[in-house]
C-alpha cells in the first residue's frame, strides 16, 4: 500500500518504523473530532471558492459516510496508514474516488492534529464541570443532613478541636469549587482554532480561518501560525488541573479510608463501593477510595511526562509532540471514571453520629475553649496556655476527661475557674464559639451552604451555555 505522503520516498518504510511511530492504536480516539473538522475545513473551501461546489459535496457526504461507519464501528485502522487523520482520508478516497484527496487543500496534519484535540479537550471540560457539580451536590445535601453532628477536628491527624461535619464536607465544596472555576477559566485557551496554520506558516490558498472558526464553535483563533501548531499549553494546563482534582479526591479518599476503618468507625460506606477479601469473609474493603488515591499518582505521571517531553522542542512540530495524547486520554479516562463514582459514593456515606459523639466526649479538643475562657478572665494568654497544659497533663495522668473534672480540680490550677466552665466545654458551645465569617458555628455553616448552593446555581447556568455550545 503506496503512503498518501509517498511521492518522494524511493523505497518502502520499514515494518518495525511502521509499528514504532504509528499513532493510530491510540489516536483513534479522535475521529468524530476528526470528521467535524474536516466538515469545517471543506465547507470553507467551497466557500472561499477553492473547490467547487461539486465536489465540496461529494466530500461531505463521504465524511458522513464515513462518519457513520466509524460510529458502526466498520471502519478497519490500519497501522499503515499511521494515524486517524490518514485512515480517515484514505477510507474518503476509497469511497468517493480521487476527490477526496481535495480534501487536504489548505492544511497539514500539523494544523489538522491539533485542531483535533482542541474540539475533544473543549467537550471534556464541559463534562468535567458537571461531574463536579454532581459532587457538590452530593457534598452539599451530606451537609445539610449534618447540620447538628459534630466531629473531631484535626491537625498533624492529632485531635485539635471539634468542628460540626457539615463544616467538613464544606471544605470539600469550597476544594472543588476552585477546580471547577480552573476548568472554567481555562475552556477559554482551549476554545482556539488553530486550524489553517498549515505545516507552521499557513497556506498559500486564500482560506477563512474566521469562518472555519465560526463553523466550530470557537471564540478565537490563533494569531500566530508557529504558536497554532506548538502549542500544547491548553492540554498541561489541562492535566494540571486534572491533577488538583485527583490531588483533592485522594486527600477526601484517604479521609474515607481512615474513618470506615473500625478504629475511627465515623462513616460507613455503602456495599456497593467497597469489595470483600479473597480469604477473610469478615472484611469489607474501601476500594474505591483508595484506587482513586492510588490512581492519583498515574494523572501526576501523565502532566510530568508531558511537561518533560515539551522542554526542550524547537518551533514547531516535532515528532515528540506525538506524545501528547496517550496521556491526556488516559487522564480523562481516569478523571471520568473517579467523579463518575465520587459523587454517589458520598450521597450513599452512612454517617455514624454516635460514634462522632462519643469521640468528641472523649478528648480535650475543648482545652483552647479553656485558655480563651481564662483570657476573658484577664489572664494573658500564654499564661492560660500554661495552665491548661498542666490540666491536661493532669487530667491524662488520672484517666479523666475536662468534663469529669470537679470545679475544685480546676481551682488547684486556677482561682479564675467558676462553675459556668461546664457549659463552656460543651462540645456545641465550643462549636459555635466560632461564630465568624468562614468558621464552624452552626450558623456560618447555614449561611455557607446558602452562598455555595447559590454559586452551584450559577455554575450551573455556565454548564448548560456550554453544553449548548458544545453539540
Not at 20 to 29: G, V
Not at 246 to 273: G, K, N
Not at 458 to 463: A, N, P, V
Request: hydrophobic share 40%; net charge negative; aromatic share 8%.
Amino acid at each position: 500500500m503506496s503512503k498518501l505522503w509517498g511521492g518522494r520516498f524511493t523505497k518502502k518504510t520499514d515494518q518495525l518504523v511502521e509499528e514504532y511511530t504509528a499513532s493510530i492504536t491510540f489516536d483513534k480516539e479522535l475521529a468524530e473530532e476528526d470528521i467535524e473538522g474536516s466538515l469545517a475545513h471543506v465547507t470553507m473551501l467551497g466557500k472561499c471558492g477553492i473547490l467547487p461546489a461539486d465536489d465540496v459535496e461529494k466530500i461531505k457526504d463521504g465524511l458522513l459516510a464515513v462518519q457513520g461507519m466509524i460510529r458502526r464501528g466498520e471502519l478497519e485502522y490500519t497501522i499503515q496508514n499511521e494515524d486517524i487523520h490518514m485512515n480517515i482520508e484514505k477510507t474518503l478516497i476509497d469511497l468517493i474516488g480521487p476527490v477526496g484527496g481535495k480534501l487536504h487543500t489548505g492544511r497539514s496534519r500539523n494544523d489538522q492534529v491539533a485542531t483535533d484535540m482542541h474540539l475533544y479537550l473543549r467537550k471534556r471540560v464541559v463534562e468535567f464541570v458537571g461531574l463536579l457539580i454532581k459532587l457538590q451536590e452530593a457534598l452539599l445535601e451530606k451537609a445539610k443532613d449534618n447540620l447538628d453532628t459534630i466531629i473531631p477536628g484535626y491537625t498533624h491527624l492529632q485531635r485539635a478541636q471539634p468542628i460540626l461535619f457539615a463544616h467538613h464536607m464544606m471544605a470539600y465544596v469550597s476544594m472543588f469549587q476552585r477546580d471547577l472555576e480552573r476548568l472554567q477559566d481555562s475552556y477559554k485557551r482551549v476554545d482556539m482554532l488553530p486550524l489553517g496554520a498549515g505545516a507552521l506558516a499557513g497556506t498559500t490558498f486564500p482560506i477563512d480561518r474566521h469562518f472555519v472558526a465560526e463553523q466550530l464553535g470557537f471564540g478565537r483563533v490563533y494569531e500566530n501560525s508557529l504558536d497554532a501548531v506548538s502549542d500544547r499549553d491548553f492540554i498541561l494546563e489541562f492535566l494540571s488541573n486534572a491533577s488538583m482534582i485527583m490531588m483533592h479526591l485522594s486527600r477526601f479518599s484517604e479521609e474515607m479510608v481512615l474513618w470506615s476503618s473500625t478504629e475511627f468507625a465515623f462513616i460507613e460506606l455503602d456495599d456497593a463501593f467497597c469489595t470483600g477479601s479473597s480469604i477473610m469473609p469478615q472484611k469489607k474493603n474501601p476500594d474505591v477510595a483508595e484506587l482513586v488515591r492510588g490512581k492519583t499518582g498515574r494523572v501526576y505521571g501523565n502532566l510530568f511526562g508531558l511537561m518533560t517531553v515539551l522542554k526542550s522542542l524547537p518551533l514547531a512540530y516535532n515528532k515528540d509532540m506525538q506524545e501528547d495524547k496517550e496521556g491526556m486520554f488516559d487522564t480523562v479516562r481516569t478523571l471520568q471514571g473517579a467523579l463518575q463514582l465520587f459523587a454517589p459514593m458520598v450521597a450513599t456515606m452512612k454517617v455514624n453520629t454516635d460514634r462522632m459523639r462519643q469521640a468528641v466526649n472523649q478528648d480535650f479538643s475543648n482545652a483552647t475553649d479553656i485558655a480563651d475562657y481564662l483570657v476573658n478572665k484577664g489572664l494573658p494568654f500564654r499564661q492560660a496556655h500554661e495552665v491548661i497544659g498542666k490540666t491536661v497533663l493532669y487530667c491524662i495522668q488520672n484517666k479523666k476527661y475536662l468534663l469529669d473534672m470537679s470545679i475544685e480540680e480546676f481551682n488547684t490550677f486556677s482561682s479564675l475557674f467558676e462553675s459556668d466552665i461546664y457549659q463552656v466545654l460543651q462540645p456545641e458551645q465550643v462549636v459555635n464559639a466560632r461564630n465568624v465569617y468562614g468558621g464552624t458555628a452552626s450558623n456560618q455553616v447555614t449561611e455557607a451552604i446558602a452562598r455555595a448552593e447559590q454559586v452551584l446555581a450559577q455554575s450551573t447556568e455556565w454548564l448548560q451555555v456550554y453544553l449548548e455550545k458544545s453539540k
